[in-house]
């Protein structure tokens, strides 16, 4: 049984770049939820693709954007890099249409913005 | 961002010993969840809970939803070297589709 995978694992960009982080979720699974977490926090919720669409939105900035693909998998795409984007990007995919189902997370994509 | 208080913030226990954290919110939460995070790696779900004074068991772990449903708890029996990491709860607020996480425990065992 397939867990989530998640690419790449560890990443350093530049200042203003874009970065790309993929996600395949769990098999049988067919929602995604991005999380952010910064070094000593909790994750802090992104968005959540289901049905190929964006159908909630945390307090992130636009520069934040996801795409859902017909076979489940989802990017993160993050534009104008900050230093303060340095985090673990965690991809996390559940089962069904309705709120409250159990997440299951990847491993993390390491960014680090220089 | 939105976090959950857990408390204690970190804890260094003994090998063998009892260990209990727990995870409070102001809101009220329709689930909780209690991941496990080692090192460089992601979250780890350990244990699920979806009705107000739910008590779930996996293995030496023991976790329950509060019964005013802004409050859940974990208990780790006999602990081991191996259950060192960071431990996080998680709630879902009704009407949404995100988990709110926990501030997270720090577990370190003395054998």
């Known amino acids: 049984d397939a867990g989530v995978t998640q690419s790449p694992t560890h990443l350093i960009k530049t200042r203003g770049q874009q970065v790309t982080l993929r996600c395949s979720p769990k098999s049988g699974h067919d929602t995604v939820s991005w999380y952010q977490q910064a070094l000593g926090q909790g994750p802090q919720f992104i968005f959540q693709y289901y049905e190929e669409e964006e159908r909630q939105r945390g307090n992130f900035p636009d520069r934040f954007s996801g795409h859902q693909f017909p076979n489940y998998s989802s990017e993160l795409n993050v534009n104008a890099l900050l230093l303060g984007d340095s985090a673990l990007y965690l991809c996390?995919?559940?089962?069904?249409?309705?709120?409250?189902?159990?997440?299951?997370f990847g491993e993390g994509s390491w960014l680090t913005v220089v | 961002g939105q976090q959950l208080n857990q408390s204690p913030q970190s804890m260094f226990i003994q090998e063998g010993e009892d260990v209990s954290m727990n995870c409070t919110s102001s809101s009220i939460f329709n689930t909780w969840l209690w991941y496990k995070q080692d090192p460089g790696e992601g979250p780890v779900l350990l244990i699920a809970?979806?009705?107000?004074?739910e008590l779930t068991s996996n293995g030496r772990l023991t976790a329950q939803f509060g019964i005013t449903r802004k409050d859940s708890f974990l208990n780790i029996s006999a602990s081991i070297p191996s259950d060192v990491g960071i431990y996080f709860c998680a709630g879902h607020p009704s009407g949404t589709y995100k988990y709110i996480f926990g501030t997270g425990t720090r577990l370190k065992v003395l054998a």
């Open positions: 809970l979806y009705k107000a004074g």
């Open positions: 996390a995919s559940s089962l069904g249409q309705f709120s409250g189902n159990t997440i299951y």
